[in-house]
Nanobody, 117 residues
Framework: QVQLVESGGGLVQPGGSLRLSCAAS????????MGWYRQAPGKERELVAS???????NYADSVKGRFTISRDIAKNTVYLQMSSLKPEDTAVYYC???????????WGQGTQVTVSE
C-alpha cells in the first residue's frame, strides 16, 4: 500500500522559513517523479516544485529562488525548503508521486502552511 505523509506545515510570519517533508512508503523515489503542489482557498491546485527520478528539479516562477525541493533516497523522503515566505504562499501543500512510464499517481493528505503576522 502506497502512503505519502506530509508534515512540517504551520503558521509562520512573512519572511520566515519552513521545511515540509513527504515521507513515502510502498514506493521508491528512484522510480517516481515527485512533486509538491499547493492549493489556496478558492484557487486551483498548482505545481510548486518537482524532482525527477534522476534528480532534475523544476520550480514555479512564483517560488524560484525561495523554495528548494530535495530528496533523501535512503529515507524515502522528499523535502520542500521554503524561505522568504509571503502571505500569498498560504495554502495546503500536497505531495504527489507519479510512477514513471505510467499514468498511476498518488497524493498525500496535505499540510497547511499559513503565512501571516
Amino acid at each position: 500500500q502506497v502512503q505519502l505523509v506530509e508534515s512540517g506545515g504551520g503558521l509562520v510570519q512573512p519572511g520566515g522559513s519552513l521545511r515540509l517533508s513527504c515521507a513515502a512508503s510502498g514506493i521508491t523515489l528512484s522510480t517516481h517523479w515527485m512533486g509538491w503542489y499547493r492549493q489556496a482557498p478558492g484557487k486551483e491546485r498548482e505545481l510548486v516544485a518537482s524532482i525527477s527520478t534522476n534528480g532534475i528539479t523544476n520550480y514555479a516562477d512564483s517560488v524560484k529562488g525561495r523554495f528548494t525541493i530535495s530528496r533523501d533516497i535512503a529515507k524515502n523522503t522528499v523535502y520542500l525548503q521554503m524561505s522568504s515566505l509571503k502571505p500569498e504562499d498560504t495554502a495546503v501543500y500536497y505531495c504527489k508521486a507519479v510512477v514513471i512510464l505510467s499514468t498511476r499517481y498518488y497524493w498525500g493528505q496535505g499540510t497547511q502552511v499559513t503565512v501571516s503576522e
